[in-house]
């Protein structure tokens, strides 16, 4: 944050050095950034009273930049500065225009053993590739959730594609997450290490298992719902400010009832459905094989590509 944005901050209604001092921790490190917050939510995350919020949000919105609408061309033109991360197969890279799309978050769900992991695994090691490589040449930060990073699957695919193995996981920061709440914190906290490195992929493995977990019955959807959201949101901010892609990996229903929806209907609702720019749907065929079905996209239509599994990694 620049020292002018920082003044601007600290002048801005009912906001000195300590709440200048919070609001930077919370992740409000720009006039935009307060201008398009909701009261409620700048509350919460930056510990300070709703009434203060609103001014301070009020106040950001008359002298903030907070844009406005643009011809397409304009748009089309930065999205030029969009990557794509190579998967290691070339049929899962055609099924996603590309590869992993950065400043987007894509989705795998499936059932156990379906491949999700080892996709994630894939990527965190081939995003330090070279950009002719089909890489980003940058690091990756695994937020685990179900203690299932594995260093040594991450050698073998190294190997595999004959890089350093000590190199790529010195440049794989991982955390492991006890609960919903540390995993939303964590995600926030990304961005120091963000800050410090030059991170392009973000992986959440899994993205749904805490939250599943903790919230149970109906009575507790909403709320789950709503830090759902929230923690999604989180995600592809981090996305949008580091143009990095984003993989989560998700658990599917495993009872067809009305609040877990049909066996292959992944968990989280309409709140992951909606926030996830690329849905793909994971499930096991014969011989190491997996099936993937693009299942949702905003500009590629619903098809399905067949990889494989083994100890080299994802191949075709």
């Given at each position: ?66 844009g ?15 990557g ?8 899962l ?26 996709i ?15 890489g ?102 981090f ?15 495993t ?62």
């Amino acid at each position: 944050m620049s020292e002018e944005e920082e003044n601007g901050i600290e002048k801005l209604p009912g906001v000195g050095p300590a709440t200048a001092e919070k609001l930077k921790e919370a992740g409000y490190t720009t006039l935009l950034s307060i201008a398009v917050e909701s009261p409620r939510n700048m509350a919460d995350l930056a510990d300070i009273g709703e009434t203060i919020a609103a001014k301070a949000i009020a106040a950001a919105k008359k002298v903030a930049d907070v844009g406005g609408f643009e011809t397409g061309d304009v748009v089309m033109k930065r999205r030029e500065e969009i990557g794509k991360l190579t998967s290691g197969s070339k049929a899962l890279n055609s099924l996603l225009g590309g590869g992993f799309e950065t400043q987007a978050i894509s989705e795998l769900f499936g059932e156990f053993g379906s491949g999700k992991t080892q996709i994630a695994h894939q990527c965190a090691v081939t995003v330090q590739l070279s950009v002719e490589e089909g890489g980003l040449d940058g690091d990756v930060i695994i937020i685990d959730t179900e203690n299932t990073f594995r260093p040594e699957r991450i050698v073998q695919m190294a190997e595999a594609l004959d890089m350093d193995p000590k190199k790529v996981l010195s440049r794989i920061h991982v955390a492991r997450a006890f609960n919903s709440h540390h995993q939303m914190l964590l995600a926030e906290k990304a961005r120091e290490i963000a800050d410090e490195h030059n991170v392009r992929l973000l992986i959440v493995d899994s993205l749904t298992s805490h939250f599943r977990a903790e919230y149970v019955g109906r009575g507790t959807l909403a709320d789950r719902q709503q830090k759902l959201n929230k923690h999604m949101h989180e995600l592809l901010r981090f996305g949008d400010i580091y143009n990095a892609a984003i993989i989560v990996t998700n658990q599917v229903s495993t009872k067809p009832d009305a609040f877990f929806g049909d066996p292959t209907r992944a968990i989280g609702g309409h709140i992951v459905g909606h926030t996830s720019t690329f849905r793909m749907y994971l499930r096991k065929s014969k011989g190491g094989k997996r099936i993937v079905r693009l299942i949702d996209s905003p500009n590629l239509p619903e098809a399905e590509a067949v990889i494989m599994v083994d100890e080299c990694g994802i191949r075709d």
